[in-house]
């Protein structure tokens, strides 16, 4: 059973900065991509970042390109995502995701989440 667990989250005013963490429950070599996603009140969750775990090459969606950086920690079985310069429409909570692949399929695992809160 794969447990993803978040943390970090919290109330910051417009630009400013919070790194946020997820632990794995095991190794995070096993997943193909760690990523991080986000869901603002009333709107779908979205792409933010992710992490390819063979190549480490990493991609970002366009509203946060140039502020955030994802980046992992094997020994420590967790990822990150460095969020500077925050802006109001960063509010969200941020969910982990793992994902494996195999011949049967995608598989996703998700982390419960973790609130931010950008404020004026």
């Known amino acids: 059973q794969v447990q993803l667990m978040e943390s970090g989250g919290g109330l910051v005013q417009a630009g400013g900065s919070l790194r946020l963490s997820c632990a794995a429950s095991?190794?995070?070599?096993?997943?193909?991509?760690m990523a991080w996603y986000r869901q603002a009140p009333g709107k779908q969750r979205e792409f933010v970042a992710n992490?390819?775990?063979?190549?480490?090459?990493?991609n970002y969606s366009d509203s946060v390109k140039g502020r955030f950086t994802i980046s992992r920690e094997n020994a420590k079985n967790s990822v990150y995502l460095e969020m500077n310069g925050l802006k109001l429409e960063d509010t969200a909570v941020y969910y982990c995701?793992?994902?494996?692949?195999?011949?049967?399929?995608?598989?996703?695992?998700w982390g419960q989440g973790t609130q931010v809160t950008v404020s004026s």
């Open positions: 992490i390819i775990s063979r190549t480490s090459i990493t």
């Open positions: 995701n793992a994902k494996t692949l195999s011949t049967d399929g995608p598989n996703d695992y």
């Open positions: 095991g190794s995070i070599a096993r997943f193909a991509f």
